[in-house]
């Protein structure tokens, strides 16, 4: 599988630094940090972002860089995801504003029709926002913000967002053992 991993800059910018760590190694990702994304990375977990180069699998872009491989329909991905999504992202990706290389990836992803998730991260939701995300899916994008399944008793941060990243991967059809399952102990 060939992904896109666009990290805006929204509060939860460690979980899709995490989702990238965590990715099969058989599953060949191109990644865009937004300058936002960074930004937000200084206050909440500033070395998040260590190693994520030496990572073999994944291809690191500027968001500045339209002209990057992953901003062409030729260029042949699987998937793609926005994690977090911030409100500005998720706005532009539903107007079709294609300025940076995220919403450039996102809006070749979706004339090609590939598979998309956006985790939209901000409490309580705006009716714009709720617009928003509702037209996208409409168009088939798969919206699911970071939300937390009692179920799996999770009592530290990291298996909590173990949790949101392994229902993110299951909806994207990666196979991972990320977090307790619904009825696993019977």
Sequence with gaps: MRLVVAISGASGVNLGIKFLK???ENIQAFAVISKSAKIALKYENSAALENLNAQKNITIFKNSDI??????????IDKMVIIPCSMNTLAKCAYGFADNLITRAFSVSLKEKREILLAPREMPFSLIALENMTKLSSMGVTISPPVLGYYSNNSTIDEMENFIIGKWFDSLGIENSLYKRWKDDE
Excluded: T
């Excluded at 002209?67 to 042949?76: D, E, R, V």
């Design 22 to 24: 965590l990715l099969p």
């Design 67 to 76: 002209a990057a491989p992953i901003a062409s329909g030729s260029f042949k």
